[in-house]
């Protein structure tokens, strides 16, 4: 079983839809959370941090639930400047940390 | 305020040679981490450099080793290169302490070897 798991889509949807991406997690340690966008030959830039009482900005909604090992990131109104992949990301650690990355999920926004 | 920087962009070796890849960490930040990306996958985590130290490793083989500077810049050296090394190989940079542990990537450095 893989440390960080994503559904690899691709995900084809309108612009104007709701999109939600799932993200589920298995070591017990991990400490840190985070949502990375990647767009093609370029590198991960992180999109937003992600806490147990959730946290949003503008359009995007990240959560975390700790008990299911499980993240989520909702993108509302998606734009056609969405189309990426989005990685989830597990730092497990802390003080000397090991970062898992999700395979990813590709997303793409169409007119 | 410098981002994370790279260099070589690109690099093209035969195999069994070996290679030396380098990165800037942001300004303000002490911990580099390397990744390498192969085509279609999540980045993998090789090693994470603090205080001229290893401080975590990933599965990676021997022949991945780094060093890293009193001015926090590092390096990471591939020797004995294969195939299977081509990928793009990025470099990451946090401030140690800092919860949550956020980092910031450089551009990378795209190996392919021959």
Redesign the interface.
């Given at each position: 079983r893989k440390e960080v798991e994503q559904d690899p889509g691709p995900f084809n949807v309108p612009e104007g839809a709701t999109v939600a991406f799932n993200c589920t997690y298995s070591n017990s340690a991990s400490q840190s959370f985070f949502w990375y966008r990647q767009d093609c030959r370029k590198e991960p830039k992180l999109l937003m941090s992600v806490y147990s009482s959730g946290n949003e900005d503008g359009r995007f909604t990240a959560q975390l639930n700790r008990a299911s090992q499980y993240i989520s990131l909702l993108i509302r109104d998606s734009k056609l400047s969405d189309s990426a992949t989005y990685l989830c990301v597990v730092n497990i650690g802390t003080g000397g940390f090991k970062t898992i990355f999700g395979a990813g999920t590709r997303l793409f926004v169409k007119a | 305020d410098a981002g994370v920087t790279q260099s070589p962009t690109h690099l093209i070796k035969t195999r069994g040679q070996q290679v030396t890849l380098r990165c800037s960490p942001k300004s303000g930040h002490d911990t580099v981490?390397w990744?390498q990306q192969a085509l279609g996958?999540?980045?993998?985590?090789i090693f994470?450099y603090?205080e001229e130290e290893e401080?975590?490793r990933?599965n990676f083989p021997d022949r991945f080793s780094g060093h890293q500077f009193p001015n926090y810049s590092s390096e990471l050296n591939v020797n004995a290169l294969l195939l299977g090394d081509s990928a793009?190989y990025?470099c990451?940079s946090s401030l140690?302490?800092r919860?949550?542990?956020?980092?910031?990537?450089?551009?990378?450095t795209r190996l392919t070897v021959l």
């Open positions: - | 981490s990744y996958q999540g980045p993998q985590f994470q603090y401080r975590q990933g793009l990025l990451a140690s302490g919860v949550p542990d956020t980092q910031y990537f450089g551009p990378g």
